[in-house]
């Protein structure tokens, strides 16, 4: 089974890490993500840039409207997503602990995936 | 899992930095003081490092700090007006869930105008430009005054006193607490910009010192604060993405030896993607409200630079017309300047040259025009006249640094027959916005 692991975090905070403290995080990240790969668990993983680089289709209207900004005003902000393999809920939520101690603050959804279409262009990027 | 680099202080210092301008905001409203406010924000800040690592930081930071800040200071008065015993520190270490919902309907709703209040009153139109960003530094960004008299190389003391001037001058200067109409809004926002293109540009002149390269950062912190109270708002878009997209070369512009690369030669790979793609997709989404300014322009002519993988990739022509819009929308010979250098690359050396005669007189004490007039000259092979040029950049030169850039030219135009083709790139730094 394929769930997403997105990942929320104030991206106030996050932005107010030091640059030192920021790549701390990633290079423990990086030791999680390359431990699932080798166990056949990880798939494809992003980072987002802030939300103040985000627009939004809003189609409540004909034509559509488009809005600077996220789609929500929240709290914490959806600023990246991991795809993994787990037998089930519990070995999802066992690799959503292990990314979550990587990095510290926020919240991790665990959220199984109905439809999965890879990227299928010639030589795309993995 | 324990790590040096990433103790709980760090991440709750990182919390606070986040938290700061809001909560800040918040309790200059309460309080109608910039002292009392600072000074409640300082003892939440004192308890929040305290209770957070014992207890796990709340749900709500901001206002944790707000109410515990609010707290602080109330009890302070009490207890200095009638000596009142104090409740328990415990007492208030956390929010209850009664608290919560109320200090988010108090504070969500004001977020906008606590902030943009906090940001302008540091610009108000009293103070000099030096003490604005100071008091930004200090009020704002949460640096502290031995910080900020590093970074603008002055004695703690003589810091000190700035800001507290700047404070005095506020204090009896009329701050209005009521919430801003639509165009008062907006004379806001182009002061605070304007506030914050100078603080980037303290840090990027002298990005070889990493106490004031700092500047920068702050600067890209604050810019992204307004436009999180503006997000619609074009130029700021274009603002951040100067900034970022300026930045992001830090670098590459500088050698092992601290002498400043020009672009040309600097090492792209170098250069931060990430800023970069932010940058470009800042530019793109301003673009579309199709209401340009001068940010949106600077930061199109960076994102031009930023766009070509090698120097010579560049599209001169481009950025050519991007000065020209520049030049119709802040006429100056700096702008000019700018624009000549991109001709230089477009039609030559001797276009550039008439580009800028007419600005020998306005820039007669600028040391990059000197630069850029010897560098044209020298493409000439007008190697006499390009050394008179050289000499009086030198004389005019405000650091080593751009005195050891002039006399590299000076040794291609004293006789080396491999004079480097394509220089000229002399241009000044971002500081041409004024």
Not at chain 1, 21 to 29: E, F, P, S, W
Not at chain 1, 104 to 126: C, H, I, N, T, W
Not at chain 2, 8 to 19: C, G, K, M, N, V
Not at chain 2, 104 to 124: K, N, P, Q
Request: aromatic content about 6%; hydrophobic content about 45%; some cysteine.
């Amino acid at each position: 089974m394929m769930y997403a692991i997105l990942c929320y975090h104030e991206e106030d905070v996050v932005c107010a890490w030091t640059k030192e403290q920021d790549d701390a995080v990633m290079a423990r990240l990086a030791v999680v993500q390359e431990r699932l790969t080798k166990e056949g668990r990880m798939g494809a993983s992003l980072r987002l840039l802030p939300t103040s680089a985000a627009t939004t289709l809003r189609k409540s209207q004909e034509p559509p409207l488009v809005i600077d900004g996220p789609f929500a005003e929240t709290k914490e902000q959806l600023l990246g997503f991991y795809l993994v393999d787990a037998d089930d809920l519990d070995g999802a939520l066992e690799i959503a602990r292990a990314l979550g101690e990587a990095n510290p603050g926020g919240a991790l959804e665990v959220r199984p995936v109905g439809l999965f279409v890879p990227d299928m262009r010639q030589g795309a990027k993995s | 899992m324990t790590d040096t680099a990433l103790t709980d202080t760090a991440f709750i210092h990182a919390a606070l930095t986040a938290a700061r301008p809001q909560a800040m905001g918040a309790l200059l409203r309460y309080f109608r003081d910039l002292d009392t406010a600072e000074e409640a924000y300082q003892e939440a800040c004192l308890r929040a490092l305290k209770s957070w690592p014992q207890k796990g930081p709340p749900r709500d930071p901001v206002a944790w700090l707000i109410l515990v800040g609010r707290n602080a200071a109330l009890d302070g008065k009490r207890r200095a007006a009638r000596d009142a015993p104090l409740p328990p520190d415990a007492a208030i270490s956390d929010l209850d869930d009664i608290e919560a919902p109320m200090a988010e309907r108090l504070d969500g709703a004001h977020y906008r105008d606590d902030v943009l209040r906090l940001l302008f009153i540091c610009c108000h139109p009293e103070l000099p430009h030096t003490q604005q960003i100071a008091l930004a530094l200090r009020v704002v960004s949460g640096l502290s005054v031995k910080q900020i008299a590093r970074a603008f190389l002055v004695s703690e003391a003589a810091m000190e006193q700035r800001i507290t001037r700047a404070k005095a001058r506020i204090a009896k200067a009329e701050v209005p607490f009521e919430a801003p109409g639509a165009v008062e809004r907006a004379e806001r926002f182009q002061t605070v910009a304007a506030m914050i293109y100078l603080v980037f540009n303290e840090g990027y002149s002298a990005a070889a010192d990493p106490a004031r390269a700092g500047l920068c950062e702050d600067a890209i912190r604050l810019a992204r604060l307004l436009l999180r109270l503006f997000p619609a708002e074009p130029e700021i878009m274009g603002l951040l993405a100067l900034l970022l997209l300026q930045h992001a070369r830090a670098r590459a512009r500088f050698d092992a030896a601290g002498e400043p690369v020009l672009l040309d030669a600097q090492d792209r790979t170098l250069w931060d993607r990430e800023r970069i793609i932010e940058g470009l997709a800042l530019v793109d989404k301003a673009l579309r409200h199709r209401a340009p300014g001068p940010y949106q322009v600077q930061a199109a002519i960076a994102a031009t630079h930023g766009r070509a993988a090698r120097a010579e990739d560049t599209d001169w022509a481009q950025i050519d017309a991007l000065y020209a819009a520049l030049e119709f929308m802040r006429p100056s010979p700096v702008v000019t300047l700018n624009r000549a250098v991109a001709v230089s690359k477009v039609k030559g050396p001797e276009a550039a040259l008439a580009m800028i005669a007419p600005l020998e007189g306005p820039l007669s004490g600028y040391f990059h025009f000197h630069g850029a007039k010897g560098a044209f000259l020298l493409q000439l092979e007008r190697n006499a006249e390009a050394k008179v040029a050289f000499d009086t950049a030198i004389s005019l030169a405000g650091t080593a640094a751009e005195a050891s850039q002039i006399r590299r030219y000076l040794d291609q135009a004293a006789g080396d027959s491999a004079a480097k083709k394509g220089g000229g790139d002399v241009g000044p730094g971002p500081a041409d916005a004024s």
